[in-house]
T-cell receptor
Framework: AQKVTQAQTEISVVEKEDVTLDCVYE???????LFWYKQPPSGELVFLIR??????QNEISGRYSWNFQKSTSSFNFTITASQVVDSAVYFC?????????FGAGTTVTVRA | EAGVTQSPTHLIKTRGQQATLRCSPI?????VYWYQQALGLGLQFLLW???????NRGNFPPRFSGRQFPNYSSELNVNALELEDSALYLC???????????????FGDGTRLSIL
């Protein structure tokens, strides 16, 4: 069975602090794809980053970075120097059977 | 480039009625997906259409159905509405089927369906 777990329900930080969001997944597939999405209060889901299962190189894109570790089935996401506009619900997702399986989401609140 | 567009933004119905939600994918995208985001239940996969055919469906009753038109736009129909159908319905599209590639799904703003 495919499953995505985001253990953190809510995170509150002060502006400019770093925020790391945890994501653990379960899958029997040998090839799979992982994604992070952001859902601001307005409701739309915004694609942020993706990672292929066969590429464990971790990257940085602007203020976003991610740490993919296949050995522990984790795909963590970090926002560096957080800003108030980063306040949103963040979802980790795993692709399987041509659909996305989402975690429950982590609500991030960045206070000025 | 226009994103995924959904209409209407809000829809209010009563129990037993039927609702139709519409979605236009990003130009060039052939795969369309529907998700339900109900309070407390998270994002649940509903349906996937590709090249006009239903390819996969989630664990929802048959009264949830839809179709994809030759221009790749899609409709989601919900018959015999129940109170628990109240949710945000999100449509997404992708350049290639998710799972066969790393193409992400791009989402619309959603239709908020309220059942009175």
């Amino acid at each position: 069975a495919q499953k995505v777990t985001q253990a953190q329900t809510e995170i509150s930080v002060v502006e400019k602090e770093d925020v790391t969001l945890d994501c653990v997944y379960e899958t029997r597939d040998t090839t799979y794809y992982l994604f992070w999405y952001k859902q601001p209060p307005s409701g739309e889901l915004v694609f942020l980053i993706r990672r292929n299962s066969f590429d464990e190189q971790n990257e940085i894109s602007g203020r976003y970075s991610w740490n993919f570790q296949k050995s522990t089935s984790s795909f963590n996401f970090t926002i560096t120097a957080s800003q108030v506009v980063d306040s949103a619900v963040y979802f980790c997702a795993l692709s399987n059977d041509y659909k996305l399986s989402f975690g429950a989401g982590t609500t991030v609140t960045v206070r000025a | 480039e226009a994103g995924v567009t959904q209409s209407p933004t809000h829809l209010i119905k009563t129990r037993g009625q039927q609702a139709t939600l519409r979605c236009s994918p990003i130009s060039g995208h052939t795969s369309v997906y529907w998700y339900q985001q109900a309070l407390g239940l998270g994002l649940q996969f509903l349906l996937w259409y590709d090249e006009g055919e239903e390819r996969n469906r989630g664990n929802f009753p048959p009264r949830f159905s839809g179709r994809q038109f030759p221009n790749y736009s899609s409709e989601l129909n919900v018959n015999a509405l129940e109170l628990e159908d109240s949710a945000l319905y999100l449509c997404a599209s992708s350049l290639a089927p998710t799972g066969a590639s790393n193409q992400p799904q791009h989402f619309g703003d959603g239709t908020r369906l309220s059942i009175l």
